[in-house]
């Protein structure tokens, strides 16, 4: 983990979005870190976005989330990268991690690392590390620990935005012509829930039945296939942007309810393979909050997630 730590350090140090943040008029923060609250809570404020993390210690993700040059809230629900359902082959482990104990620490960087310890009913230890690379930039390492034999193991990442971002697309490309690619507009017409597999083995982690269980079974409407781990919701009145991304090594999916549906949200699927007791699978995701940012910048910074 210490290396682990180092390379985030060195990653804070060579950031190189800085330009666009000073684009918009917003002025960094003079320290990038999270702070310690009370009950395990994080808060922070880097100059362009103001919130929480862990709100009153619970396993959520990011919260009360202000986007401070226009003072709009970003966030909903239970909040921005925050995981949510974990899954091994047609197995879900109970209802959701935001349900399970979890512990919490500043690293020495003032970086955030929340851990979900093994329990009997799951084989398994979970880690997030939650890293500000640019003060409108967000990094989360993942890494999850297999206990026992975890086939085609699955993190569901959640981020639930607020009522303006209406616009929600994917990069992605026709099945049938996948030289074809560009985002893919979330339209109704296409579904209620939609999912972007990255290929076809990616269709079976997804229908292998993981999704019918109670409470909240999900029918996914397979649309087009991920070309790159890349996403975004935006508000049309203030342009404000989401945007999510991963490397497609990690990521084997995005999905999304359609974009104007009343949850607003948008979910990266992690792993997907097959874990064996004692290894240590990782992933890394971004999170890039501005105001209309260009599809070639988000495409451009996709790219620096390894």
């Given amino acids: 983990m210490d290396k682990t730590i180092k390379l985030l350090r060195l990653l804070r140090l060579t950031a190189v979005w800085a330009p666009i943040i000073f684009a918009t008029g917003a002025a960094f923060s003079s320290e990038l870190r999270f702070q310690g609250g009370e009950n395990g809570e994080f808060t922070f404020d880097t100059g362009v976005l103001r919130g929480k993390l862990r709100p009153g210690g619970k396993s959520a993700g990011l919260s009360s989330v ?59 230890e979970l880690r997030g590390i939650y890293h500000w690379v640019t003060p409108d930039l967000l990094e989360l390492h993942t890494e999850v620990k297999a206990l026992t034999n975890l086939n085609r193991f699955e993190v569901f990442l959640a981020s639930y935005f607020n009522s303006p971002f209406t616009n929600a697309a994917v990069r992605a490309a026709d099945r049938a012509t996948p030289k074809h690619v560009s985002f893919c507009t979330a339209d109704r017409a296409f579904g209620d829930w939609q999912v972007f597999p990255r290929d076809d083995q990616a269709i079976g982690v997804i229908q292998d039945g993981r999704w019918k269980y109670e409470p909240n079974p999900v029918a996914w409407t397979v649309v087009k296939s991920l070309s790159i781990p890349l996403a975004f919701r935006r508000s049309p009145e203030t342009g404000l942007t989401g945007v999510l991304m991963g490397s497609r090594k990690d990521c084997f999916a995005i999905s999304t309810p359609f974009q104007t549906e009343p949850h607003y949200s948008m979910y990266l699927s992690l792993f997907g393979r097959d874990l064996k007791p004692g290894q240590t699978a990782q992933a890394r995701t971004r999170l890039w909050v501005g105001v209309n940012i260009p599809e070639e910048a988000m495409i451009k910074q996709q790219r620096n997630v390894k």
Wanted: hydrophobic fraction near 40%; glycine fraction near 6%.
């Fill in 66 to 124: 202000i986007y401070l040059p226009t003072g709009t809230r970003v966030d909903a629900s239970m909040g921005l990268f925050s995981y949510y359902r974990l899954f091994s082959a047609n197995h879900r482990y109970g209802t959701a991690a935001w349900d399970w104990p979890s512990e919490a620490r500043l690293t020495d960087d003032g970086d955030a690392e929340v851990t979900w310890p093994a329990a009997p009913d799951r084989a398994f």
